[in-house]
């Protein structure tokens, strides 16, 4: 598996060229960039091209961004909604897609290969409508991400939209064909298990956040600081063909850029990556 770490990691400090090289250091082939306003600026065309002048010098792969979870610059803090294109309500949706879409546009710049898309939130459940809106969606951000080379890649989440059986149907219903599954470790630790949720989705899987908890609820920690089977996780990960491994580690003030590189080096290895 290609090994990718997410920025997620520093999601609290401005996104810069340092911080890139501190991931490399850390063992990492390719990099998904998180998308949030105070990390990665996808509004800023300057913050942009910085980004993209670092990669263009450099061998890491620009493989994957993740889509923003909020419009502002404090994750929703200051009372901003989050990012939901399934929103019960039309507007929702449509500021949710054109925030995504805003996001999108620094393909322009930096040649991305996935985004990763939410399907609601974790309080969303699943309907016809909700279906419908998914489906809708999708199109709509495919005929966007398209032309700029890049593909839809749906995350398994902790809501009921997102469950592994519903996001196979929603792929199946909607012929998707260019559309596939970023695996979310913690997710499925804390919704029925990993073993279940892959084998529904593992012929959808294109790349796997990887990250571990407890299971009660998403802490995103280092794989073997919680409980998750991770021989077993990886063995099965691995056999899927040209996929990647996204460490999504949460931002901890505490550690420095260089403690992170060490973890990420330390990890790759624990994997067998």
């Known amino acids: 598996m290609l090994r990718t770490i997410s920025t997620h990691v520093f999601l609290r400090q401005r996104l810069h060229p340092g911080l890139l090289e501190t991931l490399a ?6 990099i998904e960039i998180f998308a949030a306003r105070q990390h990665f600026d ?27 979870l909020y419009a502002d610059e404090e994750m929703g803090r200051g009372g901003s909604p989050a990012v939901n294109v399934v ?53 709509h951000l495919q005929a966007f991400s398209r032309p700029l080379g890049v593909k839809l890649l749906l995350e398994n989440l902790t809501n009921e939209v997102t469950e592994p059986l519903n996001l196979v149907e929603i792929v199946r219903i909607g012929h998707f064909k260019d559309v596939g599954v ?3 470790t913690g997710h499925a630790h804390i919704t029925g298990g990993i073993p279940a949720a892959l084998a529904e989705l593992k012929p959808l899987l294109r790349t796997a956040h990887i990250h571990d908890n407890h299971g009660q609820k998403d802490e995103h ?19 899927v063909p040209e996929a990647a491994a996204v460490l999504e580690i949460n931002y901890v003030p505490e550690e420095s850029p260089e403690q992170v590189a060490t973890r990420a080096a330390e990890t790759f290895k624990k994997l067998e990556l």
């Open 25 to 30: 250091k850390g063992g990492a082939q390719a």
């Open 87 to 139: 929103h019960s309500e039309k507007s929702r949706r449509i500021d949710g897609m054109d925030e995504v879409k805003r996001a999108l546009e620094s393909a322009e710049d930096i040649p991305l290969k996935f985004l990763v898309l939410h399907l609601g939130d974790a309080h969303d459940y699943w309907s016809p409508r909700t279906l419908e809106h998914a489906m809708t969606a999708i199109e």
């Open 221 to 239: 920690l280092w794989p073997g600081d919680g409980t998750i089977a991770w021989d077993e996780t990886m063995q099965e990960l691995r056999s």
């Open 42 to 68: 996808y509004t800023s065309k300057p913050h942009v091209k910085e980004i993209a002048q670092w990669f263009a010098a450099n061998p890491l792969q620009p493989f994957s961004l993740h889509m923003p």
């Open 182 to 184: 970023c695996f979310d």
